[in-house]
């Protein structure tokens, strides 16, 4: 079946480039993304990336997509400590149906 | 301003109680959904509505019940059937259904079991 896998933690200093990393299963996947929450809050979108591209850029955020081994990574440049929150990359699977991963939480030193 | 609204922010729910999540959108989506989140996991999809009066089941739909009358309104009932409620649930939507739009969320409402 489906899984989206992400690492649990990520800690930067502020300033630094941090990247979050994610992989995924279903190779028919035709949209991914990156959503953004923030603590008690709901999920926003941050940026996403169709499949027939490698590299998608939007100000501070990258997101690179290795399509041959199903990883996506999303890389945010001078980190602030605004940037803290939970990062969920998700993929669009049978059904066209949104799975998403377990969430990375990024925290940022001052 | 258009978006989505969850009610209320937190809930209690007692042994064998059934007790009803409202999630309302103002933004003329067709489709809505229901997902749980627990912490360190990803979101399950519990319901979802693609249209007025009809919805489908999630990954996870089993103690939760639905109902979709209106378009801009999409309760969640978490039902006595289901035995760990405790979590954190967020509401979603969409303009055409089609996952290649951009999905809205609610700011989510915290359930726990008293």
């Known amino acids: 079946g489906e899984d989206v896998e992400q690492s649990l933690f990520l800690s930067v200093r502020e300033g630094d480039s941090s990247v979050i990393n994610c992989t995924y299963t279903d190779s028919s996947s035709t949209y991914l993304y990156w959503y953004k929450q923030e603590p008690g809050a709901g999920l926003q979108l941050l940026t996403y990336?169709?499949?027939?591209?490698d590299m998608k850029q939007d100000q501070r955020l990258t997101v690179l997509l290795n399509k041959k081994d199903k990883h996506l990574s999303l890389r945010i440049a001078d980190t602030q400590t605004g940037d803290s929150a939970i990062y969920f990359c998700?993929?669009?699977?049978?059904?066209?149906?949104?799975?998403f991963g377990g969430g990375t939480r990024l925290m940022v030193k001052p | 301003d258009g978006g989505i609204t969850q009610s209320p922010k937190y809930l209690f729910r007692k042994e064998g109680q059934n007790v009803t999540l409202s999630c309302e959108q103002n933004?003329?989506?067709?489709?809505m959904y229901w997902y749980r989140q627990d912490p360190g996991q990803g979101l399950r999809l519990i319901y979802y509505?693609?249209?007025?009066?009809?919805?489908q089941k999630g990954d996870i739909a089993e103690g939760y019940s639905v109902s979709r009358e209106k378009k801009e309104s999409f309760p969640l009932t978490v039902t006595s059937a289901q035995k760990n409620p405790t979590a954190f649930y967020l509401c979603?939507?969409?303009?055409?259904?089609?996952?290649?739009?951009?999905?809205?969320f609610g700011s989510g409402t915290q359930l726990s079991v008293l």
């Open positions: 998700a993929e669009i699977s049978a059904g066209n149906m949104l799975t």
């Open positions: 979603a939507s969409t303009a055409r259904g089609g996952l290649n739009e951009k999905l809205f």
């Open positions: 990336i169709f499949s027939n591209m």
């Open positions: 509505s693609q249209i007025v009066n009809d919805f």
């Open positions: 933004l003329n989506h067709d489709a």
